[in-house]
């Protein structure tokens, strides 16, 4: 059985998120999302509800299940007995990031191995942050997250205003 790892801080989950696990699922047997905490990263949502809002965006795919982890990536790729882990890509600073961090990973655990997809072209603009700015000032995200959560994270996002 093919198992590939998809994590990510995800706060919050976008459309391109989503379009990566989907084109992910298709050449696996199971897809782990999981949702990661990031020493690196202050995020506006809990953990609790990052996994909510992925789960939310994932339900229609039978082969992918969403989870949460707060310990090492390499830790979580061998409990799960995955074959790679799988990163979206949408530029060449993203690429060098990557590559980076699959060495680091491969340092930790020698088994460990990483696809890297690039992006559609429709989204390579789209990241979390792009979302977390543009909702805060109130403008539409509707085209940047999955429309499933839309709501909840404009909601979120405008509370952070106050």
């Given amino acids: 059985m093919k198992v590939l790892l998809f994590p990510g801080s995800f706060d919050p989950f976008t459309r391109g998120h989503r379009d990566i696990a989907r084109r992910a699922a298709k050449v696996c047997d199971k897809l782990y999302v999981a949702v990661m905490e990031n020493s690196a990263k202050k995020t506006v949502f809990t953990l609790e509800e990052r996994e909510e809002l992925v789960k939310r965006s994932l339900t229609k795919y039978d082969n992918i299940e969403v ?8 830790d979580l790729y061998r409990q799960l007995g995955c ?37 559609r072209d429709d989204m390579s603009l789209i990241s979390s942050s792009i979302v977390k700015e543009v909702g805060h000032y109130g403008g539409d995200i509707s085209k940047m997250v999955p429309s499933e959560i839309v709501d909840t994270v404009k909601d979120k996002l405008m509370k952070g205003r106050v």
């Avoid at 989870?67 to 390499?74: F, H, K, N, P, Q």
């Fill in 67 to 74: 989870i949460s982890s707060t310990g090492l990536l390499v």
């Fill in 83 to 119: 074959c790679a882990v799988v990163r979206g890509i949408r530029s060449e600073s993203d690429f060098r990031y990557e590559a980076e961090l699959a060495l680091a990973n491969r340092l930790l655990c020698p088994e460990y191995d990483c696809l890297l997809l690039p992006c």
